[in-house]
């Protein structure tokens, strides 16, 4: 699928004004018109510290996020940029620029943490840009990350089993990229060369011991290594002489310095490659209007003085979604029996016949289109809904059947009702003449194809319209004796008795069709959601392996670094996790 944006330039999708955050109506316009699975990639930083530099560069641009050149900073809110991704085809790279943080013209700096977390809870890949090398000052600033677990809420209740929210955090969270600019330092530790990667994780050490200092130098760095488990680093040389960093973006490359220029490129070359499709528990790829609808929850929870909660997202999109799913599955089932039924029937179990796949194709419609249905709430509503479309199926193809009949029966029976009215059956003998031709014109309709399941019924009730006229003629016929008479009324009325028997055991035989189609058509909606239940339960199990996995990981490095209390918490939060692996069983529907 060829992608649809076209954004010349970046529009501001969460605008910081006045303490209050508001989403841009034109911004989320353009997230509900795109379809692609989105990598969206978001900085973060202090102001002036040349954020919108590297996010222009992604997007391909010497110009696009403001740059602001003088003190002034120029970002307000979070800007956002989508553009063809250049290395995924059929995806859509979103940008997001955010504000300088702690920017002396605001004043209040109180949004800047919601802008923080934002930028953390809509990313894939989040990108933290800071001037200078990783030393305490540096860390201090980042005390955002330490704050993160009193902005976001992973779940919507609290575990019972006492661990904390953040825990889960890391199941969520993005890639966590370090930009560091105008970096003069020699990337070394204990006289050896070190990588940007080793630079940062030597600068993520623990200090042992339990005063207050101590404990606010390992707070961020703790929270950084728990929430964070994959985390890469960037060191980039000054571009260009101080005078001339304020046009940046008008200078050609060969003006800057070769270290920076090759630095930005295995920056941008690193985020192309390794930043993710974003993704939601569950496996769910976002693409736009999904990112749309987690940037209303959001900002709605802020605006309203809660927090924003992960798992309440995910259940807002899935209301939405699944709505849209029921829909889709009915508008599949309405234009496949109208396309490949053709009405009426000859009998009822046909059209059932006809309509089982049809069914089976609808409900796979929704499953594949739907997830997190609490309950199953929106699969029993398209049950209902599939019920009352086959219903109107039915009486549909009773009523076709019934208009066929009636116009033949008027066409067949038409000239014997004239010949009636005309008196020719007036006469000795006329009743059985008249019986005779009646017969004859009944086989003659009997033959007609097409007529459909109605074709018995509509026969006897034009008869039964009739029955004055026969009896009316048997009363007159001269040439029968009133015994022969009072046989033909016994006859007539044993017929009728037999008609409705027939007409009995059709409606039984009809009842037992219909309740054989319920059954069926349940099991049908149970075989379809055990299959997405257990697709859901691995894709669960294997997000939690990949989490367990991750926090082993750290676990084992606190232990040999000594830190036992900090190994044991993560020891715990595994095991709550083991133990809440989802178990085979399940109630369904």
């Not at 353009?30 to 954020?51: D, E, H, N, W």
């Not at 009728?496 to 059954?519: F, I, P, V, W």
């Not at 055990?530 to 939690?544: A, V, W």
Request: with cysteine; proline share 4%.
């Amino acid at each position: 699928m060829a992608s649809d944006i076209h954004m010349p330039k970046p529009i501001c999708l969460i605008e910081n004004t006045e303490e209050q955050l508001v989403v841009n109506p034109e911004a989320l316009g353009y997230l509900s018109a795109m379809k692609q699975p989105v990598v969206v990639v978001a900085i973060v930083g202090f102001y002036r510290t040349g954020k919108s530099y590297l996010m222009n560069k992604l997007a391909g641009k010497n110009a696009g996020f403001s740059l602001g050149s003088t003190v002034q900073s120029h970002t307000k809110g979070i800007w956002m940029w989508c553009v063809p991704h250049p290395q995924k085809p059929g995806h859509t790279l979103v940008l997001l620029d955010t504000e300088g943080l702690e920017d002396v013209e605001k004043g209040d700096n109180q949004n800047d943490c919601w802008i923080f977390a934002l930028a953390v809870l809509l990313s894939s890949t989040f990108i933290y840009n800071s001037i200078g090398t990783i030393n305490q000052q540096a860390m201090d600033q980042l005390h955002y990350v330490t704050e993160l677990t009193d902005l976001i809420k992973s779940k919507a209740s609290p575990e019972q089993n006492g661990v904390d929210d953040s825990a889960n955090f890391v199941g969520f969270f993005p890639i966590f990229v370090w930009a560091l600019r105008d970096f003069s330092l020699e990337l070394e530790a204990n006289g050896k060369p070190i990588t940007a990667d080793e630079y940062l994780e030597h600068s993520l050490t623990l200090k042992k011991g339990s005063d207050d200092k101590i404990k606010s130098f390992n707070e961020p760095r703790l929270c950084i290594r728990k929430f964070f488990p994959k985390r890469k680093c960037f060191v980039f040389d000054r571009p260009a002489q101080r005078k001339y960093l304020s046009k940046l973006e008008t200078m050609k490359e060969e003006d800057l310095s070769e270290e920076f220029v090759e630095q930005v490129r295995e920056f941008t070359s690193y985020i192309f490659s390794s930043s993710d499709v974003k993704t939601l528990s569950g496996g769910i790829i976002v693409n736009g209007p999904r990112l749309q609808s987690l940037v209303l929850t959001y900002v709605n929870a802020i605006r309203s003085g809660e927090l924003p909660c992960m798992e309440n997202a995910v259940l807002t999109l899935a209301q939405i979604e699944n709505s849209a799913a029921v829909q889709k599955a009915i508008e599949h089932y309405e234009e496949q029996m109208n396309h490949k039924v053709q009405l009426p029937t000859e009998s009822l179990q046909e059209l059932l016949d006809l309509q089982r796949p049809i069914e089976s194709e609808a409900i796979e419609v929704f499953i594949k289109n739907s997830f997190k249905d609490v309950d199953q709430k929106f699969q029993k509503e398209l049950g209902a809904l599939l019920d009352a479309k086959l219903e109107a199926f039915i009486k549909k193809n009773m009523d076709v059947s019934s208009a066929r009949c009636s116009d033949l029966l008027e066409d067949i029976f038409g000239p014997l009702e004239k010949e009636v009215k005309e008196g020719t059956f007036s006469k000795p003998g006329g009743y059985y003449l008249f019986l005779q031709k009646k017969q004859e014109l009944e086989k003659k309709y009997n033959q007609i194809p097409g007529k459909g399941l109605q074709a018995e019924k509509m026969l006897k009730k034009y008869f039964d319209s009739k029955d004055d006229v026969a009896e009316t003629l048997l009363k007159a016929d001269q040439s029968l004796t009133e015994a022969a008479k009072e046989i033909e009324v016994e006859r007539i009325k044993a017929e009728a008795a037999e008609a409705a028997n027939r007409d009995l055991e059709e409606k039984q035989k009809k009842y037992e069709l219909m309740m054989q189609q319920k059954e069926e058509s349940y099991q049908e909606h149970v075989k379809q959601l055990t299959l997405k239940m257990q697709q859901e339960r691995e894709q669960l199990i294997r997000e939690q392996d990949k989490i367990i996995s991750l926090k082993l990981q750290e676990q084992k490095r606190l232990l040999n670094e000594g830190f036992q209390n900090e190994s044991r918490k993560l020891h715990q939060e595994m095991e709550s996790l083991k133990n809440s692996k989802p178990s085979g069983g399940c109630t369904i529907l």
